[in-house]
């Protein structure tokens, strides 16, 4: 079992900046937060930005790509989402995904993830 625990969300205006990050626990060994998801009000969860097991490669959702980065420090067991520019769009609760190494570099469906954190809200007021 894993344990994903998110912060860094809070209530910002429109072109600020934020870090969110995602502490995981427990078997980290085989298993490697490697996504942050988000739910906005009304819809339905989303893709946000993953990153490989090895190699650090990294995907973005369109909406979100050279604004947002995604990192993990693999020592720390932490992944992080460095936010910049937010729009009131970006307003979500947004959620990171673990799992086991898979042959996907990037993948980009729930399904694909076994492990989810609670969630942090990030709000973004115009």
């Known amino acids: 079992q894993v344990q994903l625990v998110e912060s860094g969300g809070g209530l910002v205006q429109a072109g600020d900046s934020l870090r969110l990050s995602c502490v995981a626990s427990?078997?980290?060994?085989?298993?490697?937060?490697m996504a942050w998801f988000r739910r906005a009000p009304g819809k339905e969860r989303e893709f946000v930005a993953a990153?490989?097991?090895?190699?650090?490669?990294?995907d973005y959702a369109d909406s979100v790509k050279d604004r947002f980065t995604i990192t993990r420090d693999d020592d720390q067991n932490t992944l992080y989402l460095q936010m910049s520019d937010l729009k009131p769009e970006d307003t979500a609760v947004y959620s990171c995904?673990?799992?086991?190494?898979?042959?996907?570099?990037?993948?980009?469906?729930?399904?694909?993830?076994?492990?989810w954190g609670q969630g942090t809200q990030v709000t973004v007021s115009s």
């Open positions: 427990g078997r980290t060994v085989i298993t490697k937060p």
């Open positions: 995904a673990a799992r086991r190494p898979t042959n996907t570099l990037t993948p980009k469906k729930e399904s694909d993830y076994a492990y």
């Open positions: 990153i490989s097991w090895t190699y650090g490669r990294t």
